[in-house]
C-alpha cells in the first residue's frame, strides 16, 4: 500500500509548475510532507530540453514505525514534454534505489540501481502511445478545453513498468484553497490505480490537487512548506488512516475457511475471479466471496509435475532473481530433498517466516537480493523473498497483493501463491499459520510490477454477510 500511495504523490507534484515552486503533502488534513520544483532550459547530448527538478520528501509512520522518505526525480523533455531521460532517485530507511531511463523511439532503455543490485530492463512504448513526465501537458498545449480527452503512459519507477493513464477536462468549477476560493478548471487524471483531479487556472497555473485516501496538494511559501513537515508525527500512520473498517468485525480472522462481503464505492470488475475469490456485481456494488483452498483436501504433486504445468511462473523477474546461484542453493538447503511441491513450498514459508525480522520504515520497494542480505522489511518484502525462493526451488508462484482483516479493519498487504500441480495456494510468510484465511481479499496477483498496480479501495464501504470458521 505504502508504495502505492507515494507513487501517486509523486505523480501530483510532476506538474509543470515554471520555476522554484513548493508544494504542502496533506493526507486527510494532517501534513505528510512537502515537494519542490524546479524547471530551467538545459542541454543534453547537445539538444536543447527542458529540465524538471522535483524533490520530495514524506515524513509519516507505518505501523507504529517512523518512515521517512525522499525522492529526487530529473526529467529532460523536449519542446512537446515528451521525455528524453529520467532519473528517480529513492531514499527512505537507508536504502537507495536509483531508476535511470533514456528514451530512443519506440524503446525506453533503464539502468536500475536497487541499493547496490544492479540490473538492466527494455520497455516497448506502445505504437502511437506517447509517454508524458507532466499529465496536464497533453491537454494545456490544445488549450484545455471542456470535454477534451487525452491518452498517455507514464512510467512508474516503482515496478518500473508504463501505466496507460486517460485524462479528461470537465470545465470550470469553484474550488477552496487554504480558506480562499477561486474559479478553476477542473482535470480529471484516471489510473487504474486510483483517479487523481487537478484544478488549474485559465493561464494553466496549478492550483490544487486531490487524490484518494483524502490526499491534498497545493502551492505553499518554501518557509510553509519546509517548517511544518520536519520531524515525525506519530498521529499519522500510512497503515491506519488507509485502513477500511468493515461494519461488524470479524471473529477470529485468522481461523475463517469463508467470507462473504458486500463492497460498495468502487467498480471492483479488475478484481481477481478464480480459486480464491469469487466477485459478482456491476458498477459501483460488488459481492465478494473468498474461499481459499483448503491444505488437507490435496496431497499436492511432485514439484517436477507442477511446474511443467506452470513453467511461466518458474522463471526470473523483475525484483525476483530466482536464477541467482545463492537463491538456487539456498532454496535447496531449505527444501533438504523433498519433492512434494506443498510440503517443500511449507518449508520456504516458515525459513522466510522464521528469518525475517519487521521493519516498516523502509519505503523502498528491493530486489529479493537486497532483502535476503538484510532479513528484514513488510509483508511485500517476505512475500518478494518466499516467492524468489519458491521460484529457485523450481515452485510456480506469484505475488498477491490485497487486504487482511485484523482488530476489526482490512489493512494493505502482501502475499504469495505457490501452484501445488492442481490449484493456487495462499501462503503468508508473515505469520507462522500454514493455512491462509479467508480474512484475506486479492486486489491483484503476478509478478512484481503486475501484483504492486492495483485499484486502491478509498472511501469504500464493507459490509459482512457471512463468516464461517474452518
Known sequence: MKRSLIFILLCLTALGLGQETYLGLYLQGNKLGYSSYLSTNAKLNGKSVKRNDSNTVINAALLGSAMTMQVKTTTWADAKGQPVRMRFVTTSGGRTQVVDAAFSGSRIQIN???????????????????VVDDPLTPIMLDGARPGAKKSFYILDPTTISLIKNDLVVHGQEKVTVKKKTVTATKVEVIDP??????????????IKAIGPMGM???????????????????????????????????????????????????????????????????????????????????????????????????????????????????????VAGETNV??????????????????????????????????????????????????????PTKVVSGLVNWDGSFYYHAWVEAWDGERWIGLDSTTPDPQISAAHVKLNDGNVEEAFTFLLLDGVKVEVLEARRW
Open 112 to 130: 536500475i540501481d536497487n541499493n547496490g543490485t544492479k540490473t538492466k530492463k527494455t520497455l516497448t512504448i506502445p505504437k502511437g502511445a506517447s
Open 193 to 206: 490505480r486510483a483517479n487523481t483531479t487537478i484544478y488549474v487556472s485559465s493561464k494553466g497555473d496549478f
Open 216 to 334: 491534498e496538494i497545493y502551492p505553499e511559501t518554501k518557509a510553509e512548506a519546509l517548517g511544518k513537515s520536519t520531524g515525525f508525527s506519530p498521529s499519522l500512520d500510512l497503515a491506519v488512516v488507509t485502513s477500511i473498517e468493515t461494519d461488524k468485525p470479524l471473529e477470529d480472522p485468522s481461523n475463517l475457511g469463508f467470507l462473504k462481503i458486500r463492497i460498495s464505492g468502487k467498480d471492483l470488475k479488475s478484481l481477481p475471479n478464480d480459486g480464491f475469490q469469487t466477485a459478482a456485481g456491476s458498477g459501483t456494488s460488488w459481492v465478494l466471496t473468498i474461499h481459499p483452498p483448503k491444505l488437507s483436501d490435496s496431497e499436492g504433486q511432485s514439484i517436477s509435475e507442477a511446474a511443467a504445468k506452470q513453467e511461466k511462473w518458474t522463471k526470473p523477474s523483475d525484483y525476483i532473481p530466482s536464477d541467482a546461484p545463492q537463491f538456487k542453493k539456498l532454496a535447496e538447503q531449505i
Open 342 to 395: 506443498k510440503k517443500a513450498a511449507l518449508k520456504i514459508k516458515d525459513y522466510v517466516q522464521k528469518s525475517m525480522r519487521p521493519n516498516a520504515g523502509i519505503g523502498v520497494l528491493r530486489n529479493a537480493t537486497e532483502i535476503l542480505k538484510t532479513k528484514e522489511g513488510v509483508c511485500r518484502d517476505y512475500a518478494i523473498l518466499t516467492a524468489t525462493l519458491l521460484r529457485a526451488a523450481g515452485i
